[in-house]
């Protein structure tokens, strides 16, 4: 089993849309990541998060550090917003992330 | 200013070929890691170096594959006799430092492709 699975692997939804992409850990992390990798192949650091809830602008990540789960929504979803959303988890000490599979979503106008 | 580059973008070898690729990180970045993504698979940790310690190397596939970073700064991933299953994007990030609260910068990646 992968320390980080993602769900779904794939995600279709139309503009306008509300979207969740959860993300659940097995062991206790230090930080969790968000990343956005566009289908040019560039990755974009979306969020990182130990507690709590945090925004930017139409993106919103939480984390529930005792259910080892974490969500990222996209409000008004547009297709621009259309990209792989990857979670990655960071353990204690150690600096390097230990990446889900990814979430391919597709916002179609 | 200036993200993190990586040399070459794009780099086709033989069966058997050494190949160097080249991550230029953010200028003070002490932290400086190397992932890999194989077509159709997620991203995985190669190496990771922080500042003048011992990089960790735990990530690291293979004994052909090894990296070095001069200087604190400029660091290089080789791939000694490689293979086709090293075909992949080899990606460089770096962070101010290892902290929790350092945002990893990515840079665009090298994809390797082994004939």
């Known amino acids: 089993k992968n320390e980080v699975e993602q769900s779904p692997q794939n995600l279709t939804a139309q503009e306008g849309e509300f979207i969740t992409i959860n993300c659940s850990y097995s062991?206790?992390?230090?930080?969790l990541h968000w990343l956005q990798q566009h289908p040019g192949g560039g990755i974009v650091s979306l969020f990182m998060?130990?507690?709590g809830k945090k925004k930017h602008g139409r993106l919103i990540a939480t984390i529930n550090i005792q259910e080892k789960h974490s969500s990222l929504h996209i409000t008004a979803s547009h297709p621009r917003d259309s990209a792989v959303y990857i979670c990655?988890?960071?353990?204690?000490?150690?600096?390097?992330?230990?990446f889900g599979k990814g979430t391919k979503l597709s916002v179609k106008p | 200013g200036a993200g993190v580059s990586q040399s070459p973008s794009n780099k086709v070898t033989e069966k058997g070929k050494d190949v160097e690729l080249r991550c230029d990180p953010i200028?003070?970045?002490?932290?400086l890691y190397w992932y890999r993504q194989s077509l159709g698979q997620g991203l995985e940790f190669l190496i990771y170096?922080?500042?003048?310690?011992?990089?960790?190397k735990s990530g690291l596939p293979s004994d052909r594959f090894s990296a070095e970073r001069t200087g604190g700064s400029v660091s290089t991933l080789t791939i000694q006799r490689t293979q086709q299953e090293d075909s992949a994007v080899y990606l460089c990030?770096?962070?101010?430092?290892?902290?929790?609260?350092?945002?990893?910068?990515f840079g665009p990646g090298t994809r390797l492709t082994v004939l």
């Open positions: 062991v206790g992390i230090s930080a």
């Open positions: 170096f922080q500042g003048n310690s011992a990089p960790d």
């Open positions: 200028s003070g970045h002490t932290a």
């Open positions: 990030a770096s962070s101010a430092s290892p902290s929790n609260t350092d945002t990893q910068y």
């Open positions: 990655a988890n960071r353990r204690g000490s150690q600096g390097n992330l230990i």
């Open positions: 998060l130990s507690s």
